[in-house]
C-alpha cells in the first residue's frame, strides 16, 4: 500500500478525512494525492478550467491544505490532481491512473447538509471506486491506533474476499480483528455456510499471525446489528464487501451497505468483490 487519493471539497468532513488518511499514511508508508473535482454545469474548455478563476481559488485553498498537512506526513510531498466532471467518476479514474491503494472521503451520513459535494456522493464513489473506500464522519473522533477492525461474514462467496486487505491492515496497526458470523436466517444450510467461513477466516489470520477474535450474533436487521456491535466492542474501523447485491445472499449491497455507509458514526472501509466463478 504506496498510494492513498483523498476526497477534497473543502468542507469540515474532507479535511477530517485527510486528518484520518495522515494516520494511516504514516502506519502504511504512502504518499497522499488530493483530488479536487469541478462538478459545476458551465461549458468551458479544459484550458479555461485550467487558468480559470475556480480552478485558482482552489488551487490558493489546496496550498493552504497543504501547508497544514505536509509537516505530519512522513512519506513524501503531497500531490494534488484538479478534475472537472462528474464526482465519482473523476475520482474513480484518477485512482486508477496513480494506482491508488485507497481512496478515503468524508460523509455526513443521512443527516447532514448537502452543499458540499463529498457526503451526497460517498455512496457513488464506493460503488465506483476501483479500490479500496474509507469513508468517515466529520464528528468521529479517532485517536492515533486502529485496535479493532470487524470483519463482519454472511453466506454470499464474497464475503472472505475483504479478509487479506484487512489483515495486512491489522498487522500494520498492530489490531484485532474482530470476526463477527451475522445469521438472520433458521436455515440450517445457510448457518453452516457462514460457520464454514469463519473457520476459514481463522485459519487464514492465524497463517499470518494476526490477533482475532471470533464472535456470533442473531440479527433482524443486519446493517443495525453490526453498528450496535461496534459501539459495544469500541470498534475502530468496519470492513464490508460492496457488490453483494449481485449475490443470493444480498446482505451488505443494496441498501445493507448503503445503511452501514450512511448510519454508522464508526469509518466503514468498503471493499468491491471480485468475479467468482
Avoid at 10 to 33: D, G, M, P, Q
Avoid at 34 to 51: F, G, K, P, R, Y
Avoid at 80 to 97: D, F, M, P, T
Avoid at 233 to 240: E, P, T, V
Wanted: aromatic share 8%; charged share 25%; glycine share 4%.
Amino acid at each position: 500500500m504506496k498510494t492513498i487519493l483523498v476526497a477534497i471539497d473543502f468542507s469540515r468532513n474532507a479535511e477530517h478525512a485527510l486528518e484520518y488518511a495522515v494516520l494511516f499514511a504514516n502506519k502504511l508508508n504512502a504518499c497522499i494525492h488530493l483530488i479536487w473535482v469541478d462538478n459545476t454545469l458551465a461549458e468551458e474548455s479544459v484550458i479555461d478550467i485550467i487558468e480559470g478563476e475556480t480552478r485558482i481559488e482552489k488551487r490558493a485553498y489546496m496550498n493552504t491544505i497543504i501547508k497544514k498537512f505536509q509537516p505530519q506526513i512522513k512519506c513524501g510531498e503531497i500531490q494534488v490532481l484538479l478534475r472537472k466532471g462528474r464526482v465519482y467518476q473523476e475520482i474513480s479514474k484518477a485512482a486508477k491512473q496513480i494506482n491508488a491503494d485507497m481512496i478515503f472521503a468524508g460523509t455526513h451520513g443521512v443527516s447532514g447538509y448537502e452543499q458540499y459535494w463529498i457526503g451526497s456522493n460517498a455512496n457513488r464513489i464506493v460503488s465506483q471506486a476501483p479500490c479500496p473506500v474509507v469513508t468517515i464522519r466529520s464528528e468521529y473522533g479517532f485517536k492515533d491506533q486502529i485496535k479493532n477492525i470487524l470483519l463482519p461474514l454472511d453466506s454470499s462467496l464474497e464475503t472472505k474476499q475483504k479478509l487479506p486487505f484487512a489483515a495486512d491492515l491489522a498487522k500494520s496497526f498492530n489490531a484485532t480483528i474482530h470476526l463477527l458470523k451475522v445469521f438472520n436466517t433458521p436455515l440450517s444450510v445457510i448457518r453452516k455456510r457462514i460457520d464454514k467461513y469463519g473457520e476459514d477466516a481463522e485459519v487464514c489470520l492465524k497463517d499470518r499471525k494476526v490477533k482475532f477474535v471470533t464472535e456470533e450474533l442473531e440479527a433482524d436487521n443486519v446493517a443495525v446489528s453490526i453498528i450496535k456491535y461496534s459501539r459495544e466492542h469500541k470498534i475502530d474501523l468496519i470492513s464490508i464487501m460492496t457488490d453483494q447485491d449481485t449475490t443470493t445472499a444480498k446482505k451488505f449491497l443494496g441498501p445493507y451497505a448503503q445503511q452501514l455507509i450512511n448510519n454508522s458514526e464508526i469509518p466503514v472501509l468498503s471493499l468491491r468483490s471480485k468475479e467468482i466463478n
